[in-house]
């Protein structure tokens, strides 16, 4: 007997962005910690002012880890930073060696 699942979900690309409410919706974080994050320099989003910020895909994602870094393993914000930082350039090495 075999089990079927079914995932339903949509296509995140660097044109669709997102507004703090829908960060704080998706990432379970509160507007005083996505501006945290943002100060610490982990995301950098479109706009001026919090009410104007616009995140893409790929920020959204980072806020994520950082979220989880923070909860799962209570790393400070600057940790958090640095630990993206480590993964984006472990990242970069992978890419340069294929």
Known sequence: MSTQRTFNGALLTEEVVFT???????????????????????????????????????GVRRIRIAVRLRRDLHVNMAGAALALELLDELQALRRSRS
């Open 20 to 58: 703090l409410t829908d960060v704080c919706n998706l990432c379970r974080v509160s507007g005083d910690e996505l501006a945290a994050i943002v100060a610490e320099g982990i995301v950098e989003p479109r706009g001026r002012k919090p009410a104007e910020w616009r995140f893409t895909a790929a």
